[in-house]
DNA sequence: CATGAATGAGCATTCATTCAT
DNA sequence: GATGAATGAATGCTCATTCAT
């Protein structure tokens, strides 16, 4: 990958893909495309990214990279639940509000993921580290029932991805909140490890 | 639409589409590798779908119905907290024994949604009732939290999308058995109802 | 390969290609500049040949059909001597009179060479046994020397080749009888094979 | 064409053209490539030659000198047959051995013939007066036949030229050494001058 | 019912070259 | 001497679609 002390254009490219994926979906996200939305010939982009896996590749890291800080915000809570309930929150928040950055993380089909670096994968799995170390302090101290953390953050993992993929694709009824559908989401990953 | 008297060619055809589709990724979702596989000229397959659009929705409208008659087919139950596990577990191995089904209908979805008759997108809103059924069920025998249905069958939707969408899209942990995980899921799915 | 009826198409296809790469050399060998040529676009080429390769290996083996059948055509002879220089005096002017038909044969770099089916290359080699078989005649008379045949037939096809190539590149001193130096060629050709 | 007081970076250039175009091919000739290989900026080769074509007539231009250098180097003999013989061996070799320095001035030649100075052209031609030469002495001395000596240069040229050629091209049956051919092809052209 | 012929638009990528610094 | 930024043109190829037959 190149790296140049120019990252303006870079910026760029990276904030015009984004919008291009979000606003006019995956067939969009042509090179050519791309560089007649920023006003530079396609081969301009390639000064700045080898080639397309590259670019994708750097939009998912800044999805990822970006995930990361808002989890690393949440502040320290009173409990377990409100722990958890307030990273379940800054996570449906981020996808949401960042749909351009939560959304190329996974819209993505399959083929960018099998190219993407493994070491960097590690990096976002990362973020599941967030879940599953609530999950542990939850259970040493009683009030989360005892199940492997992993297994509970993904659980977790799958209801946050869900509420934020059915809402951004807009298939959810029109005639429910998103802010409704989000607090009974965030009501339920809390029940869901209570001890019974 | 076109509505010949011929079906056996337009089934032939929708079969072949999902098997690319699931076989080779989206970008082999084109007329052209259709109508080669199934030994027939491009022409032909605007016998019977206008274009592209209108076969992409007849494959939705297949695995609406597919998954209108699994979620039909589940048995009653003694319990609501069974039924609703029974249904849930329906849809989450709909959506991971017939991905070619499945992902058609959200993944790409999304870059067909805006062209989908609304008519048959109430349709598919259907299968929403099964959940939204029992949590009413459960609530009025008092087994369940008393929540607006229509937002509690969501919010289970979105475990079960999640679920679904990540397991397909391999982005699961690999140390993790997907059987573990659909159990844990279900599990939260029950346990997110029940009344505290 | 496709083999429709309709082999118009295909000829303007085969002889634009052979002129172009001919007259613009190697680099104008390329589907749009054909396609520009003969008034069709790009794609249509794609109707007729299923990718560059089987354009060119189309073009190959009409240049190896030429030569047999002008090789073929070399009536019978008193003598070895006067069989070999007929044949030669065949191979040479058929690669200067059809340059066209001649250098795609040898002009195009090993790459399309390494792709060509070994079942269509074993036959153009066939075009060597001609003079193999008329070496191994004169080594029975008793007039020409005994070398193996396959080598004498190689090593004249070094000669012939020579002359050939270098002629169409008009490499020759241009104070020289392109038809001098053929004559030239072919009695050495003979000479060498003579008994000595 | 520029001549800066550094030579040294023209020759690493020179070196790597060659080594790409020989290992990779005639694609892998750019300006790019090579820059890249170096380690230079594109740009910087531009400081060196105005462009492509003169850096491609560099090449050749190296070619005919190591060409002459070679020819000068063979020894005195004590025969024309035994000279002729061993001037033949020195250039098949040279074409052989070198082939970086061979192919660029025929294969690639063809493209850039039209624009290559008609002085160096001339100079080029230098290395064929070897070979009248020897013609013009074994003719003095009655060995040879009476061959107009650019004539039979040329002709001699031709089955130099012819197995360099095909061998290099790989177009010599595998079942051939080359050795052999190179062999049968001096002994043909010392024959084909031989008084009969 | 079915097709072959045809096309314009698009794709990712590479190229030789220029220019300001 | 050297470079980064930039570009227009070109490449092989695929696509959805149309139309006459």
Redesign the pocket.
């Known amino acids: 990958m190149k790296q140049?002390?120019?990252p303006e254009?870079r910026r760029h490219i990276l904030d015009t893909a984004r919008r291009l994926l979000t606003s006019d979906g995956y067939a969009a996200?042509?090179?050519?495309?791309i560089a007649r939305e920023i006003g530079?010939?396609?081969?301009?982009i390639?000064?700045h990214y080898d080639?397309?896996?590259q670019l994708v590749h750097a939009l998912i890291d800044e999805g990822v990279e970006v995930l990361y800080t808002r989890l690393s915000a949440v502040p320290v809570a009173a409990s377990p639940e409100e722990r958890l309930a307030a990273l379940g929150r800054a996570y449906i928040e981020f996808g949401l509000e960042l749909p351009e950055y939560y959304e190329i993380m996974y819209w993505l089909h399959t083929e960018y993921i099998e190219r993407y670096p493994a070491e960097k994968y590690r990096k976002a799995r990362q973020n599941l580290n967030f879940f599953a170390e609530v999950l542990r302090e939850g259970s040493a101290g009683g009030r989360f029932e005892d199940v492997e953390p992993l297994l509970g953050a993904t659980a977790i993992w799958c209801q946050m991805h869900g509420v934020v993929s059915l809402i951004n694709s807009q298939r959810v009824d029109r005639k429910l909140r998103s802010a409704a559908l989000v607090d009974e989401v965030v009501r339920r990953i809390v029940q869901g490890c209570l001890r019974t």
């Open positions: 140049g002390p120019e254009l996200l042509s090179m050519r495309r530079y010939s396609a081969t301009s390639y000064l080639n397309k896996d």
